[in-house]
């Protein structure tokens, strides 16, 4: 599934795209969905959107975005992942000087619960 090109609404007001959605990596739990986000506005340091604004603007995407996708996507995934980036990057690449940002959730009762990643 690749991204699209509407901003998506966040808590923070920081725009928000969609990069892809990657469904054939298994994660630490099993079935895992990968919901990649680029948000130019994240930042390692100083300035821009900080981890726990974002961290609340991840567990939105997941929420209100991801969730409701599932039934797209397949078979109901154990874990879903959303990651934030400063600017689009292939997946599993590394990018030192790129700004990323991860959160795993559990879907417990049609809610995404947060998991230690």
Avoid: H, K
């Amino acid at each position: 599934m690749t991204g699209e090109d509407a901003t998506i609404p966040v808590p923070s007001g920081q725009p928000v795209t969609l990069q892809d959605v990657i469904w054939n990596a298994p994660g630490p739990e099993g079935l895992t969905l990968r919901f990649r986000f680029v948000a130019p506005q994240i930042a390692r340091e100083g300035g821009g959107v900080d981890f726990d604004t974002a961290a609340a603007d991840m567990l939105d995407l997941c929420q209100n975005y991801a969730l409701q996708r599932l039934s797209e996507t397949g078979p109901v995934p154990n874990q879903i992942i959303i990651s934030l980036s400063d600017v689009a990057l292939p997946f599993g690449e590394a990018a030192p000087d790129a700004t990323q940002f991860f959160e795993a959730f559990s879907i417990v009762d049609g809610q995404c619960v947060w998991d230690i990643y």
